[in-house]
Protein backbone atom coordinates (compact mmCIF):
# COMPACT_ATOMS: atom_id res chain seq x y z
CA UNK A 1 0.00 0.00 0.00
CA UNK A 2 1.54 3.77 -0.72
CA UNK A 3 2.51 5.88 1.96
CA UNK A 4 0.49 8.54 3.05
CA UNK A 5 2.51 11.57 1.71
CA UNK A 6 2.43 14.64 4.34
CA UNK A 7 2.08 16.92 1.29
CA UNK A 8 1.63 16.25 -2.20
CA UNK A 9 3.98 18.78 -3.82
CA UNK A 10 6.68 20.31 -2.28
CA UNK A 11 9.93 22.47 -2.97
CA UNK A 12 13.58 20.94 -2.19
CA UNK A 13 16.27 23.15 -1.27
CA UNK A 14 20.03 21.40 -1.38
CA UNK A 15 23.24 23.32 -0.88
CA UNK A 16 25.50 23.23 -3.67
CA UNK A 17 27.96 21.37 -1.39
CA UNK A 18 26.44 17.93 -1.33
CA UNK A 19 27.38 17.72 -5.38
CA UNK A 20 30.91 17.99 -4.70
CA UNK A 21 31.78 15.19 -2.00
CA UNK A 22 35.07 15.04 -0.34
CA UNK A 23 36.39 17.34 -3.39
CA UNK A 24 37.12 20.42 -1.99
CA UNK A 25 34.81 22.28 -4.99
CA UNK A 26 32.76 20.95 -8.29
CA UNK A 27 31.23 17.58 -8.90
CA UNK A 28 31.99 14.21 -7.70
CA UNK A 29 30.19 11.44 -9.64
CA UNK A 30 29.18 9.59 -7.08
CA UNK A 31 28.49 12.73 -4.84
CA UNK A 32 25.97 13.40 -7.92
CA UNK A 33 24.16 10.09 -8.19
CA UNK A 34 23.39 10.31 -4.36
CA UNK A 35 21.53 13.05 -4.66
CA UNK A 36 19.59 11.81 -7.68
CA UNK A 37 18.68 8.48 -6.14
CA UNK A 38 17.70 10.01 -2.79
CA UNK A 39 14.67 12.47 -4.82
CA UNK A 40 14.11 9.57 -7.52
CA UNK A 41 12.72 7.73 -4.33
CA UNK A 42 11.08 10.27 -3.33
CA UNK A 43 9.51 10.53 -6.81
CA UNK A 44 8.23 7.36 -6.59
CA UNK A 45 6.13 7.92 -4.05
CA UNK A 46 4.27 10.24 -5.69
CA UNK A 47 5.35 13.67 -4.17
CA UNK A 48 5.83 16.69 -6.79
CA UNK A 49 9.24 18.33 -6.44
CA UNK A 50 10.66 21.00 -7.49
CA UNK A 51 14.01 21.83 -6.88
CA UNK A 52 16.50 24.70 -5.98
CA UNK A 53 20.26 23.98 -5.50
CA UNK A 54 22.74 26.75 -4.27
CA UNK A 55 26.41 27.28 -5.68
CA UNK A 56 28.64 26.81 -2.61
CA UNK A 57 30.33 24.22 -4.36
CA UNK A 58 31.60 26.62 -7.35
CA UNK A 59 30.76 29.98 -5.83
CA UNK A 60 29.78 32.02 -2.52
CA UNK A 61 28.42 35.70 -3.94
CA UNK A 62 29.05 36.74 0.02
CA UNK A 63 32.42 35.78 -0.26
CA UNK A 64 33.34 37.49 -3.63
CA UNK A 65 32.03 40.91 -1.76
CA UNK A 66 33.85 40.10 1.52
CA UNK A 67 36.87 39.89 -0.83
CA UNK A 68 37.03 43.25 -2.37
CA UNK A 69 33.73 43.12 -5.44
CA UNK A 70 31.24 44.71 -6.15
CA UNK A 71 28.46 43.01 -4.27
CA UNK A 72 25.83 42.78 -7.31
CA UNK A 73 28.75 40.96 -9.65
CA UNK A 74 29.21 38.72 -6.91
CA UNK A 75 26.18 38.07 -6.93
CA UNK A 76 25.59 37.67 -10.73
CA UNK A 77 28.18 35.34 -10.57
CA UNK A 78 26.28 33.09 -7.74
CA UNK A 79 23.15 32.88 -10.11
CA UNK A 80 25.11 31.63 -12.99
CA UNK A 81 26.79 29.08 -10.71
CA UNK A 82 23.80 27.83 -9.59
CA UNK A 83 22.84 27.52 -13.49
CA UNK A 84 25.56 24.95 -14.09
CA UNK A 85 24.37 23.36 -11.19
CA UNK A 86 20.36 22.68 -12.91
CA UNK A 87 22.41 21.60 -15.85
CA UNK A 88 24.68 19.16 -14.54
CA UNK A 89 21.64 17.93 -12.67
CA UNK A 90 19.38 17.94 -15.30
CA UNK A 91 22.14 15.40 -16.88
CA UNK A 92 22.15 13.67 -14.17
CA UNK A 93 18.46 12.28 -13.78
CA UNK A 94 18.13 12.59 -17.44
CA UNK A 95 20.79 9.41 -17.01
CA UNK A 96 18.18 7.93 -14.83
CA UNK A 97 15.51 7.92 -16.92
CA UNK A 98 13.85 11.12 -15.03
CA UNK A 99 12.84 14.27 -16.79
CA UNK A 100 14.11 17.53 -15.35
CA UNK A 101 13.18 20.96 -17.00
CA UNK A 102 15.34 23.74 -15.50
CA UNK A 103 13.27 27.15 -15.62
CA UNK A 104 15.89 29.93 -15.54
CA UNK A 105 14.99 33.47 -13.48
CA UNK A 106 16.53 35.41 -16.60
CA UNK A 107 17.03 34.83 -19.95
CA UNK A 108 19.45 31.87 -20.74
CA UNK A 109 18.28 30.81 -24.02
CA UNK A 110 19.84 28.38 -25.32
CA UNK A 111 20.98 26.95 -21.98
CA UNK A 112 17.88 26.88 -20.48
CA UNK A 113 14.07 28.46 -21.03
CA UNK A 114 13.23 31.42 -18.63
CA UNK A 115 10.20 30.78 -15.54
CA UNK A 116 6.81 30.11 -16.67
CA UNK A 117 4.79 29.09 -13.61
CA UNK A 118 2.39 27.66 -15.52
CA UNK A 119 4.54 25.58 -17.60
CA UNK A 120 6.36 24.62 -14.53
CA UNK A 121 2.82 23.61 -12.99
CA UNK A 122 2.23 21.33 -15.49
CA UNK A 123 5.28 20.37 -15.79
CA UNK A 124 5.15 18.96 -12.43
CA UNK A 125 1.37 17.99 -12.50
CA UNK A 126 3.01 15.41 -15.05
CA UNK A 127 5.34 13.89 -12.78
CA UNK A 128 8.44 15.51 -14.31
CA UNK A 129 10.91 17.55 -12.26
CA UNK A 130 11.65 21.44 -12.34
CA UNK A 131 14.64 22.44 -11.71
CA UNK A 132 14.54 26.93 -10.16
CA UNK A 133 17.88 28.28 -11.34
CA UNK A 134 19.56 31.72 -11.60
CA UNK A 135 18.42 32.53 -8.12
CA UNK A 136 15.55 35.71 -8.09
CA UNK A 137 17.36 37.32 -10.93
CA UNK A 138 18.33 39.82 -8.58
CA UNK A 139 21.31 40.17 -6.57
CA UNK A 140 21.19 40.52 -2.08
CA UNK A 141 18.59 37.42 -2.46
CA UNK A 142 19.89 33.96 -1.03
CA UNK A 143 18.84 30.70 -2.84
CA UNK A 144 16.72 30.41 0.59
CA UNK A 145 14.32 33.53 -0.67
CA UNK A 146 14.34 31.82 -4.17
CA UNK A 147 13.11 29.00 -2.75
CA UNK A 148 10.18 30.29 -1.01
CA UNK A 149 9.10 32.36 -3.76
CA UNK A 150 9.21 29.77 -6.18
CA UNK A 151 7.51 27.32 -3.49
CA UNK A 152 4.69 30.07 -3.76
CA UNK A 153 4.51 30.61 -7.04
CA UNK A 154 4.07 27.17 -7.81
CA UNK A 155 1.71 26.22 -5.11
CA UNK A 156 3.89 23.60 -3.00
CA UNK A 157 2.55 22.86 0.38
CA UNK A 158 6.50 23.07 2.00
CA UNK A 159 9.58 23.93 1.67
CA UNK A 160 12.05 21.37 2.75
CA UNK A 161 15.22 22.10 3.86
CA UNK A 162 18.26 19.81 3.24
CA UNK A 163 20.45 20.20 6.17
CA UNK A 164 23.02 18.00 8.39
CA UNK A 165 21.19 18.06 10.91
CA UNK A 166 17.95 15.98 11.68
CA UNK A 167 16.36 19.50 12.00
CA UNK A 168 15.85 22.34 14.54
CA UNK A 169 17.49 22.01 17.96
CA UNK A 170 17.53 24.33 21.38
CA UNK A 171 21.01 24.63 20.91
CA UNK A 172 23.95 23.68 18.16
CA UNK A 173 23.26 19.33 18.97
CA UNK A 174 27.01 19.11 17.37
CA UNK A 175 28.25 21.39 20.48
CA UNK A 176 25.73 20.98 23.18
CA UNK A 177 24.96 17.25 23.83
CA UNK A 178 22.11 18.79 26.11
CA UNK A 179 20.35 19.95 23.05
CA UNK A 180 16.80 18.94 22.61
CA UNK A 181 15.37 18.51 19.08
CA UNK A 182 11.70 20.18 18.10
CA UNK A 183 9.81 17.65 15.73
CA UNK A 184 7.34 20.58 15.88
CA UNK A 185 7.34 24.64 15.58
CA UNK A 186 5.01 27.53 15.14
CA UNK A 187 6.41 30.48 12.92
CA UNK A 188 6.05 32.30 16.42
CA UNK A 189 8.06 30.01 18.44
CA UNK A 190 10.95 29.42 15.89
CA UNK A 191 11.06 33.73 15.84
CA UNK A 192 10.86 33.80 19.73
CA UNK A 193 13.36 31.33 20.02
CA UNK A 194 16.14 33.01 17.49
CA UNK A 195 16.72 29.58 15.47
CA UNK A 196 18.12 30.44 12.32
CA UNK A 197 15.15 28.34 9.99
CA UNK A 198 16.04 30.05 6.86
CA UNK A 199 17.32 33.95 6.12
CA UNK A 200 15.16 36.38 7.39
CA UNK A 201 13.48 37.09 3.80
CA UNK A 202 12.85 33.65 2.83
CA UNK A 203 11.36 33.34 6.46
CA UNK A 204 9.40 36.45 6.25
CA UNK A 205 8.13 35.14 2.91
CA UNK A 206 6.86 31.69 4.24
CA UNK A 207 5.62 32.86 7.79
CA UNK A 208 3.50 36.17 5.88
CA UNK A 209 2.09 33.13 3.55
CA UNK A 210 1.81 30.21 5.86
CA UNK A 211 4.52 27.89 3.92
CA UNK A 212 5.57 25.42 5.68
CA UNK A 213 9.19 24.65 6.46
CA UNK A 214 10.81 21.49 7.18
CA UNK A 215 14.25 21.08 7.67
CA UNK A 216 15.96 17.88 7.51
CA UNK A 217 18.98 15.86 7.50
CA UNK A 218 19.48 15.03 3.62
CA UNK A 219 22.67 13.47 4.28
CA UNK A 220 20.61 10.46 6.09
CA UNK A 221 19.47 7.73 4.25
CA UNK A 222 15.40 7.70 2.99
CA UNK A 223 15.49 10.85 4.93
CA UNK A 224 13.76 12.56 2.51
CA UNK A 225 10.65 9.69 2.34
CA UNK A 226 10.35 9.34 5.73
CA UNK A 227 9.56 13.20 6.75
CA UNK A 228 7.50 13.32 3.18
CA UNK A 229 5.14 10.24 5.26
CA UNK A 230 5.21 12.42 8.51
CA UNK A 231 8.16 10.80 10.31
CA UNK A 232 9.63 13.93 12.16
CA UNK A 233 12.41 11.80 14.12
CA UNK A 234 14.43 13.51 10.93
CA UNK A 235 13.48 16.75 10.72
CA UNK A 236 11.48 19.60 12.14
CA UNK A 237 8.39 21.13 10.41
CA UNK A 238 7.62 24.82 11.24
CA UNK A 239 4.29 25.97 10.25
Not at 14 to 30: A, C, N, P, R, T
Not at 114 to 131: S, T
Not at 172 to 196: H, N, Q, V, W, Y
Amino acid sequence: MAQELLFKRVLLKISGESLKGKQDFGYEGDAVRSVVARIAEAMKMGVEIALVVGAGNIWRGQTGAGGGMNRVTADHMGMLATIMNALRLKDAFAAEGIKANVHCSVDMQPFAKQFDHGAADEQLKRGELVIFAGGTGSPYFTTDTTAALRALEVNCGAVMKATKVNGIYTADPMKDPSAKKFDKLTFAEAISGRFKVMDSAAFSLCSDNNLAIIVFNFDEPGALAKVLAGDYSVGTVVS
